[in-house]
């Protein structure tokens, strides 16, 4: 019964008399209206008035179990003391995992007291695109996952009392969260061991979702919806720190200081600080309106480094970021985030020895490759290189003539494993694998997957034929190279294997 939807469950009442208040003790309820980030129309009053009542009634009558999860996805309008009065139910029965899913929110809206000291809470998810007020006092002391997103930080110091709440926390997701009106944040958990940042768009300014009751377009800030008297908005500057990298290289920050300046005046430039002793799997997926670095990553296994896109104003963040992952013993980087690094950065880029895998897109080899290169020579223990291909056929319009030069000394003494997915089979990419099998010394196997949507008609199939037979006659600088070709159907897979 804990499987189903909580309307469904409450249906089983009518099964038998032994089934009349079973769905009263469930441990899992799960309320949803409907509501989505995309419906700008309101729902029918009374569909709305039943859905109220429904979640009500299940709180009312429910026992004194526990509830192991309580997920709640509504628009709040004019009812954020009855919102909060569930959230306050599901804390009294000691819930241990929480999310919730606010859209709609026309009228101050502030989190139950009582939800920021839950001393059963294990897992918490919070989606609401609102100003975040807290309490005086912030303790989850059982919190090992905490996921926010659209999370609007009206300061640095909520920013700061919610993260150092978090004693034992073990993950942290971050997604889409504005941190316009946040200087520094420092994440400092000893027992995170998960981190990941999406930070794809500018963070806008908040305004309320009633722009269409009397306010004749005017929008709502952050300010306007706070009261004036919050003393968390009136912390002194002298008490908000801002986290300074010592590392960095002193040459480059100097010649780019005017250009970190104004970044930091026109995206927002919150510098975020990440101690993580014990952090083991780090990523990042935005356009670096944040200034994010990582003070200690000895301990990190795998790191995702991925742009939206490229920006000068951005380079040099996108650059100390992945500078700070250089023990990481697995690395997945994006085209944009390579093409971040010219010469100047890249010669400041530390020796990652401990890399023993690394992930690019494939065209960084077509586009970026002196860059990549560079990067290569970075990486001597290299012994796992995968390039990702696109879904569909890209354009080329550069020379046939290039190669790996220097060869990166991984390539000569380290890498045993090459692997290319989305292959299409076209003249630049038959090249581009010639080169790789030419200058690999000690591959032990390649595998290319072709894309299966260029494989959907006779032609994609002759072609894929004659770009297998292309592959096999390359010349190989390792002799006991296994080459591995897997052509997947769209239903199922089927891997060949060449010697």
């Not at 004194?64 to 509504?74: E, G, H, N, P, V």
């Not at 009582?114 to 001393?119: A, D, I, K, Q, V």
């Not at 709440?165 to 942290?172: A, F, N, P, R, V």
């Not at 970021?321 to 997945?332: P, T, V």
Request: glycine share 2%; aromatic share 12%; hydrophobic share 40%.
């Amino acid at each position: 019964m804990s499987f189903l939807p909580t309307k469904d469950a409450a249906k089983t009442s009518i099964l038998s008399k032994r089934w009349t208040y079973l769905w009263l003790s469930i441990p899992v309820l799960d309320f949803h209206d409907g509501a989505n980030h995309y419906s700008d129309s309101d729902e029918p009053p009374y569909k709305r008035k039943h859905f109220m009542d429904f979640v009500e009634r299940v709180l009312l009558l429910r026992d004194y179990s526990t509830i192991t999860k309580f997920s709640l996805t509504c628009n709040v309008l004019y009812d954020s003391s009855r919102i909060n009065t569930w959230i306050s139910a599901a804390v009294e029965h000691k819930v241990q995992v929480l999310n919730i899913c606010l859209y709609k929110i026309r009228e101050p809206f502030i989190l139950p007291c009582c939800l920021f000291t839950c001393e059963s809470l294990q897992e918490l998810k919070l989606n609401i695109y609102y100003p975040l007020k807290l309490p005086s006092f912030v303790s989850f002391s059982s919190l090992k996952i905490l996921t926010l997103i659209r999370i609007v930080f009206p300061d640095d110091h909520s920013a700061q009392m919610l993260f150092k709440g978090c004693s034992i926390l073990e993950e942290l997701h971050l997604i889409s969260c504005s941190w316009e009106n946040v200087k520094a944040v420092c994440i400092s958990s000893p027992r995170i061991l998960k981190l990941h940042i999406e930070d794809k768009e500018p963070p806008p300014s908040y305004v309320t979702d009633d722009e269409d009751d009397d306010m004749d377009g005017e929008n709502n800030s952050v300010d306007q919806n706070d009261d004036s008297d919050d003393e968390s908005d009136n912390v002194d500057d002298q008490n908000n720190p801002v986290y300074q990298n010592d590392d960095i290289d002193d040459q480059h920050s100097s010649d780019d200081q005017s250009d970190d300046t104004d970044d930091q005046s026109e995206s927002g430039g919150c510098q975020f600080a990440v101690f993580g002793s014990s952090l083991k799997y780090f990523s990042y997926f935005g356009g670096f309106f944040l200034d994010c670095y990582i003070q200690d990553s000895s301990s990190i296994v795998e790191a995702d480094l991925m742009a939206c896109y490229s920006d000068r104003k951005i380079d040099y963040r996108a650059f100390k970021l992945l500078k700070g992952l250089s023990n990481a013993k697995s690395l997945k980087i994006d085209q944009f985030a390579v093409k971040a690094l010219d010469d100047e950065l890249l010669a400041h880029l530390p020796v990652f020895n401990s890399l023993t895998h690394v992930h690019f897109d494939w065209v960084v080899l077509f586009y970026s490759r002196q860059v990549l290169l560079s990067m290569l020579q970075k990486f001597p223990c290299l012994s796992s290189l995968k390039f990702e291909g696109l879904s569909f056929m890209f354009r080329y319009f550069g020379t046939y003539d290039w190669t790996l030069d220097p060869v990166p000394g991984c390539f000569l003494t380290h890498l045993k494993t090459i692997e290319i997915s989305m292959f299409c089979g076209s003249e630049i990419e038959l090249h581009a694998v010639r080169i790789l099998l030419k200058s690999a010394a000690v591959l032990e196997k390649i595998v290319i997957s072709f894309n299966p949507w260029e494989l959907k008609d006779a032609d994609g199939l002759k072609k894929q034929q004659e770009a297998q037979e292309q592959i096999l006659s390359f010349p190989r600088a390792s002799l006991s190279c296994l080459i591995a070709i897997s052509c997947p159907p769209k239903e199922k897979k089927r891997l060949e294997f060449f010697l």
